[in-house]
């Protein structure tokens, strides 16, 4: 479990909760969801001291469930935000095929292992928030760098200034003259979580993209791989999930909103222009992770008709060379017709037949059927009824 204390512009790790909010500031507490039932007792007992109510019995359910959708919840104390993450790259290759190593690197095979490799990374994992005035818990799935990774983030653009406190010899202070400015707020921390996961689904698109390429290319062929037809069916049913989760983030950022905008601006600020400032940058943040949370459904709808559309492709192209083969075939068919005909005839049994008698009878035959044949086959050539 790790403490961070904001305030003032500055953020500090503790060891150990604080007895009481600092003033202008708010205490962030980050843990991963192995540790939450051993760490539950002081996690209650911070929500009471800083939060001014523990977490109720069911929201403490949502927070250890890594198979809770995305939803939020609120109490007239504190709201619950559970988002779900994408997979990390390490998260969706446990437990996935490697490359072929004999096979070619454009091969079939390697090529539906792509399909089904990019396409694995569309799962998710649930983060859990507590958001309270002066307090903000968040519960993260084993490994999740999500937490680590915005906390580097953020100490890279500040000027560090690591050394003992001498207010609390337990913590180490770092005072920071930002470059960017830290969070004012739990909500204000949260939505910019929320945001970088989100990032996630978008730094997603290009993979996604280009491994529907390669499927498409590859079912234009005559013969495409079967194992292709699997790994495209699999990509549609992981689209499907993408669009179904873009779907409840959609409804649960969109109830948070509403609960922001319906607060009291004596909620964000002291003061009336500084509540007015929060207000305002709150409300843009949250609508700016809805946009993007638009943008990643709408490429996943414009990735499913994709796909669509490559079955389609393989099947008009499949039958356009049927049509292609029927056309040769019957092609051939009337070039031999008037050659069946001339044959039949001469072979009738009657006496007198033109041509039967006369010693250059068979090379008149045969001058006359290649005449008609190179003649057929001239027209039809000319009319591109044969190709190469």
């Known amino acids: 479990m790790q403490i961070v204390e904001f305030s003032g512009g ?13 003033a202008g500031g708010f205490v962030w507490i980050y843990l991963e969801r192995l540790d939450f039932d051993a760490q539950l007792p002081h996690i209650q007992a911070a929500a009471e001291r800083l939060g001014g109510s523990i977490l109720l019995d069911v929201h403490l359910q949502d927070l250890a469930s890594d198979a809770h959708p995305t939803a939020y919840d609120a109490t007239s104390v504190y709201d619950l935000v559970i988002f779900r ?6 998260e969706a290759a446990a437990g996935s095929p490697e490359v072929q190593p004999h096979a070619k690197p454009r091969s079939a095979v390697n090529l539906a292992l792509e399909l089904r490799r990019a396409f694995r990374r569309i799962d998710s994992r649930a983060v859990g928030f507590a958001v309270f005035d002066k307090l903000l818990v968040s519960v993260h799935p084993p490994g999740c760098m999500v937490a680590k990774g915005y906390v580097q983030r953020l100490l890279a653009n500040v000027k560090l200034s690591v050394g003992a406190d001498p207010a609390d010899a337990g913590a180490t202070s770092i005072a920071a003259a930002a470059r960017t400015r830290v969070p004012q707020s739990p909500a204000d ?31 234009l062929k005559a013969t495409p791989a079967p194992s292709m037809w699997g790994a495209l069916m699999q990509a549609r049913h992981r689209l499907q999930v993408l669009q179904d989760l873009c779907e ?12 922001l905008r319906e607060l009291p601006l004596s909620a964000y600020g002291a003061t009336p222009d500084a509540a007015q400032a929060l207000h305002d ?58 050659l069946n005909f001339f044959t039949g005839f001469f072979g009738m ?33 000319r009319r591109r009824f044969l190709g190469k």
């Open 10 to 22: 500055t953020l500090r790790f503790l060891d150990a909760v604080p007895a009481a909010a600092p």
């Open 281 to 338: 940058q709150f409300i843009a943040r949250a609508r700016n992770v809805m946009e993007h949370i638009d943008r990643v459904l709408h490429h996943a709808r414009r990735l499913e008709q994709s796909a669509e559309m490559g079955v389609q492709i393989h099947f008009s192209a499949q039958s356009q060379r049927i049509n292609v083969v029927m056309q040769t075939l019957t092609a051939v068919t009337a070039i031999f017709l008037p």
């Open 248 to 259: 409840e983030q959609q409804d649960a950022m969109q109830e948070w909103l509403d609960t």
């Open 349 to 381: 049994n009657f006496e007198h037949l033109p041509l039967i008698h006369s010693a250059a009878g068979m090379w008149l035959a045969l001058a006359g059927l290649f005449a008609v044949a190179g003649g057929l086959l001239i027209y039809f050539l």
């Open 189 to 219: 921390l949260a939505l910019r979580l929320i945001s970088g996961m989100v990032d996630s689904y978008l730094g997603l698109r290009k993979d996604l993209a280009q491994a529907m390429e390669h499927a498409q290319a590859e079912l």
């Open 85 to 90: 993450r994408l997979t990390t790259p390490s």
